[in-house]
């Protein structure tokens, strides 16, 4: 009962996140992958995306500290970032990167900086968000 | 792979899938992909999406670590999907190396959808490029890349085997073939079939005579040798007999350098044609900055010279050279046309890249390359008629079948053979001042850049293409005025042209051992004109244009993009004529109107023959090969005693 009651619990969590628009459909393409034999598939690589874009963050605020600002570098960081954050269906950090971007090309550095932030926060919130949905995914199971 | 039966498409026929690969009846399953990506959450991501595709994955984050694993396992893969953006090799040099390396279908992807990197993929010869986020259904598909080119392949196969007296028809056969509606592969598969039991037969004939022969690895070391060789000898009188002499391997047989050397042409033939659409080739061709291509670069100065002093050549005469030229197809061109590619292709990502090894080892590519510039130089003045006479055709033919970067190299080297031919040719009929011996500089320098970049888009758009079709070409550019890079052009574009109705196109892939591995063997089989929904259709059918066969599909892409032709013209101009500064004189924005007329007019008359029925395809891979030739043309150096384009000087 109490499992049931988890699990409904998880499911609510889960479509809330689609609902608030922190996750797209991308995600259910990752849910579609796990199976049996890989049962914890999409935890897996939601945790390799953290580490990996962890990496990335760190690189664009190095690149951001050097004056002036090679757009160019933080561009491409940015592209990966955006890339790496798409394949796991995060929408709005999706959202935030594509708007770098565009700061990015026009030189805004304000709009650059202030668009990171952004980025940063969304990135930490759907850690967050997902951390606590596998973890009562997993308590569900 | 049998792509004839009915029902179950592999089948352990010559070519196909290993039958340790593939089960029978449960084809693509167990189609091996290779996947490339920097990022390890995609990777992660793809690797199962292709797993639950039941297809065997490898996965790779560093793009030189899979060009390793590419060369080390000749048959450890199908199909290539590539990340563009990575941070040790871009994503499209990683495909001219696979192309050159391995004629492998190669998929691109990158949350980048933007239409200029779309376009690039196109013009690099992917078969396809997917946006990221990808999905499983994309995936789902992508066996349908790797059947195709089998399939052409085979018909390339099946081409060198009917003969040359069949060549003709059978181009005209396969452009219809191919033609069969992109979306329905039915249609395809049952020309394929048709196709397929034709060649089923040589297949089997030449798979007896192979049957009992080990697998002959072509290594880096071992082609470069035969290149050599081929080059000593000249790319037409090369025969397999005294190559094998020449190389004086020993275990190697007759039989193996037979169908290295048949992929090989059809490599050149596909550099030839994929140069003339595409940018990047331009660049490639004239790019190789290796002093190696001295020899042809003055070769070329010489042609240029004659090119732009035969600018008065009316375009009739270039367009009936070419259609001559098309109409008789040899096999002697191959050779000479994918020189200019292949360097082209490094160049303008890595110079001294060489086609077999890709960036590892320059010394290596400009050995190659020096191997590619010997081609054109042994060839006779008379050889050069010779080819330029049949190049046209048969240029296209075996130049396209590598990326357009291998079209480079290949290019190159026929170009100074053309360049003679034209000259003997243009002074013989108009011009008489072209100096001989101008400096290969000075003739670049002198041509007016915009005539090369209007000739060379014209040529390109001729069918004429094929080394030979330079000195068609300058025909036509002296209409134009002096667009010398018009005939370098013609090499890559006639070839790509040709390529389908030449019947040189087995090339490569011939099998080597008689059951040919398809997935390596093509080295110089370049995909089928793919008729993909997306991008792909214009990959595809650039890409077709460049292959041998895709004429059905180039036509298709060709269409929408014959707006650019000129610019493709441009950069395949440049690409062809191996001179740099051929190249950075073109006067692009000048000759952009001349180019568009007159690639559409070279167009049409280069199809006159009705060699290829896709004008389009031509224009695109122009307009493609253009735009890369601009992005290309700064790297190219003085091989050919010009100074390498510098891109920096490129009009666009």
Known sequence: MERNQLQRQAAYMRNTLFDQGYLDEQFLQLEDLQDEANPKFVEEVVKLFYTDSARLIRSIELTLENTPWDFEKLDKIMHQFKGSSSSIGAKKVKKECTQFQEYCKVGNVEGCMRTFQEVKQEHAALKRKLENYFQLAREAR | ?652
């Not at chain 2, 790779?60 to 563009?84: H, M, Q, T, Y």
């Not at chain 2, 509606?181 to 005579?209: A, F, L, P, Q």
């Not at chain 2, 010394?363 to 190659?368: E, T």
């Not at chain 2, 890369?628 to 390498?644: C, I, P, R, T, Y």
Request: aromatic share 6%.
């Open chain 2, 1 to 652: 792979m049998d792509l004839g039966v009915k029902s179950q498409p592999f089948t352990s026929s010559n070519a196909s899938w290993k039958s340790g690969d593939v089960v029978p009846g449960q084809f693509p399953a167990g189609l091996k992909v290779l996947v490339v990506d920097d990022d390890p959450t995609c990777l992660r991501i793809l690797e199962k999406m292709l797993k639950n595709c039941l297809y065997e994955v490898t996965t790779c984050n560093r793009a030189e670590v899979a060009l390793d694993f590419l060369r080390d396992n000749k048959n450890g893969c199908d199909i290539v999907i590539s990340d563009v953006h990575m941070p040790d090799m871009d994503g499209f040099k990683l495909l001219e190396h696979i192309g050159l390396l391995m004629d492998l279908p190669v998929i691109m992807m990158s949350a980048d959808d933007s239409k200029h990197v779309v376009m690039k993929g196109v013009t690099h010869g992917a078969c396809d490029y997917l946006i990221k986020p990808v999905r499983i259904e994309a995936l789902k598909n992508i066996w349908q890349h790797v059947v195709r080119k089998k399939k052409h392949e085979w018909k390339d196969k099946d081409v060198e085997h009917s003969g040359s007296v069949e060549e003709g028809e059978r181009q005209q056969k396969f452009p219809e073939d191919v033609d069969c509606s992109s979306s329905i592969n039915e249609g395809n598969w049952k020309n394929s079939k048709r196709r397929k039991d034709e060649e089923d037969e040589v297949d089997d004939r030449d798979d007896t005579s192979t049957l009992k022969k080990p697998r002959v690895v072509w290594s880096v070391e071992l082609h470069q040798q035969f290149v050599t060789a081929v080059n000593q000898l000249g790319i037409d009188k090369a025969v397999p007999k005294k190559i094998l002499e020449l190389m004086n391997v020993p275990g190697l047989t007759r039989e193996n350098v037979a169908s290295h050397l048949q992929k090989y042409r059809l490599y050149l033939r596909r550099l030839s044609g994929v140069s003339q659409h595409q940018n990047g080739l331009a660049n490639s061709f004239m790019g190789p900055s290796d002093p190696s291509f001295g020899p042809m670069s003055s070769l070329s100065g010489v042609d240029l010279q004659a090119l732009a002093a035969s600018g008065q050549l009316p375009a009739q005469s270039l367009a009936s050279i070419q259609a001559a030229a098309l109409g008789r197809p040899t096999s002697k061109s191959a050779v000479p046309l994918p020189l200019v590619d292949q360097r082209n292709v490094f160049n303008f990502e890595n110079p001294k890249l060489r086609f077999i090894e890709g960036q590892q080892q320059q010394s290596d590519s400009s050995k190659q390359v020096n191997l590619l510039h010997g081609i054109p130089t042994n060839m006779d003045s008379k050889q050069l008629a010779t080819l330029h006479q049949s190049t046209l055709g048969n240029m296209n033919m075996h130049v396209h079948s590598q990326t357009s970067q291998s079209n480079s190299l290949l290019m190159q080297m026929v170009q100074p053979q053309s360049r003679t031919q034209l000259l003997n040719e243009i002074n013989g009929s108009h011009v008489s001042n072209i100096p001989s011996s101008v400096g290969q500089p000075v003739l670049s320098r002198a041509i007016p850049s915009a005539v090369l970049g209007r000739n060379g888009i014209e040529n390109i758009h001729g069918p004429q293409y094929t080394s030979l079709s330079q000195p068609s070409t300058s025909a036509d550019y002296s209409s134009q005025s002096t667009e010398f890079s018009g005939n370098t052009f013609p090499l890559a574009s006639s070839s790509g042209m040709s390529r389908g109705l030449l019947p040189n196109y087995d090339a490569l892939n011939v099998n080597q051992n008689g059951n040919q591995d398809w997935r390596l063997q093509n080295v110089g089989s370049t995909f089928g004109p793919p008729h993909h929904s997306n991008i792909q259709g214009g990959l595809d059918v650039s890409r077709s244009v460049l292959i041998q066969q895709p004429v059905s599909s180039s036509q298709k892409g060709g269409q929408s993009r014959i707006p650019s032709a000129n610019k493709a013209a441009f950069s395949l101009a440049e690409g062809f004529t191996s001179i740099p500064n051929v190249g950075q004189q073109l006067n692009f924005s000048a000759s952009d109107k001349s180019l568009r007329s007159k690639a559409e007019r070279l167009h049409e008359t280069g199809f006159q023959n009705g060699l290829f029925s896709e004008r389009y395809g031509q224009e695109d891979l122009m307009s493609a090969l253009f735009k890369q030739q601009q992005e290309g043309l700064g790297a190219v150096e003085s091989e050919f005693g010009f100074d390498g384009y510098h891109l920096d000087n490129l009009p666009v």
